[in-house]
């Protein structure tokens, strides 16, 4: 069983839709959570990054934890055509090390 | 502050051939990562350094592959020998110790063995 689970889709949503990304892990020892997006042939770009349980908003992203249900996810809002990209959880038990990421989900943003 | 810089960003090279890449991570960070990541797939981890100090490797690290980073600077990966599933996107990142602000990736170097 991979560390890391991610539908890897594609997901294809209207614009202004709500999209709703998620992982889950196995390792109850994960703390810190990321989501990176990933434009293609490009390296992932940091979008939200969390640490234990509980929400973060920034703009019209959210991210939350849930440790319990080992459970994390992403909303977008408002999505629009540029949030068509790969968007890649990863979470570590340490600061600073390794990082397990997804596989990536693939979001296409129809105009 | 021009980020995580890392060339060549493309490679073609023939099965057998060594290869060496080079990451200039963002100046005052003093963590480095080396990742690889095939189509399809999140990136996998190789290495980290802290400062010139190699603290951990993934067992992916096979023994034809070293990384260094002298002088706690910039870092080289390079690959002996390759194979073709050596063809890959290796990505490299650059944190700060002790800042829970996650990983800053350059844009890769992308390794294709033929």
């Known amino acids: 069983q991979k560390e890391v689970e991610q539908d890897p889709g594609p997901l294809s949503v209207p614009e202004g839709a709500i999209v709703s990304l998620n992982c889950t892990y196995s390792n109850s020892a994960f703390q810190y959570f990321m989501w990176y997006r990933q434009y293609s042939r490009k390296g992932p770009e940091l979008l939200m990054y969390?640490?234990?349980?509980g929400n973060k908003e920034d703009g019209r992203f959210t991210a939350q934890v849930d440790k319990s249900s080992k459970y994390i996810s992403l909303f977008i809002r408002d999505s629009q055509p540029s949030d068509s990209a790969t968007y890649l959880c990863a979470m570590s038990a340490r600061s600073g090390n390794q990082f397990y990421f997804g596989t990536g989900t693939s979001l296409t943003v129809i105009p | 502050d021009t980020g995580v810089s890392q060339n060549p960003r493309h490679k073609i090279t023939k099965r057998g051939q060594n290869v060496t890449f080079r990451c200039d991570p963002i100046s005052e960070h003093n963590r480095l990562y080396w990742y690889r990541q095939t189509l399809g797939q999140g990136p996998e981890f190789l290495t980290y350094?802290?400062?010139?100090?190699?603290?951990?490797k993934s067992r992916l690290l096979s023994d034809r592959f070293s990384a260094e980073r002298p002088k706690g600077s910039f870092s080289t990966l390079e690959i002996q020998r390759t194979e073709q599933g050596d063809s890959a996107m290796y990505l490299c990142?650059?944190?700060?110790?002790?800042?829970?602000?996650?990983?800053?990736f350059g844009s890769g170097t992308r390794l294709t063995v033929v």
């Open positions: 350094f802290q400062n010139e100090a190699q603290l951990e």
């Open positions: 990142a650059s944190s700060l110790i002790d800042r829970n602000n996650g990983y800053t």
């Open positions: 969390t640490y234990s349980s």
